[in-house]
């Protein structure tokens, strides 16, 4: 187990952690329901990193916001 995805777990908006490199996948991040990654991609709470760096760095809380009420613009 690696330290730094357990405290990647611990974060209080990160819902599941799932390394799933070993069958040539990646490191899957699910967020809590009102939590959403920072990206291009509104809404989108599930994200795959390549490597447990890149998981930390896209975990930090400046990649992570609460998501918008439904109907809000």
Not at 22 to 29: A, H, R, Y
Not at 42 to 52: A, I, N, R
Request: with cysteine.
């Amino acid at each position: 187990m690696s330290k730094t995805l357990d405290a990647i777990r611990m974060l209080p908006y990160v819902s599941a952690v799932d390394d799933e490199r070993e069958d040539g996948s990646s490191i899957i991040v699910t967020l809590e329901g009102e939590f959403e990654f920072c990206s291009e991609d509104p809404g989108c709470g599930v994200k795959g990193f390549d490597t447990v760096a890149a998981a930390r760095a896209g975990t930090a809380r400046r990649e992570v916001q609460l998501s918008a009420p439904a109907g809000a613009k």
